[in-house]
């Protein structure tokens, strides 16, 4: 192994070969769209969870 060439440790590399060992690019291209698509789908979210505390405790505060 050349892990020492990318700044890996082994642990690291058959880490990662275990996980996406037997895809192909495309899948490993699709995986990263999904991954990205579910961290913008958490940050809507987390953005509309803020919102709504915001909400309740501005309506606490009036009353």
Known sequence: MQCWKYGI???TFYKYK????GMNVSDAKKLRVLGDENNRL???LADAMLDNAALKDLATKNY
């Open 9 to 11: 440790s082994d642990a």
């Open 42 to 44: 958490k940050r809507i």
């Open 18 to 21: 275990a996980q996406f060992g």
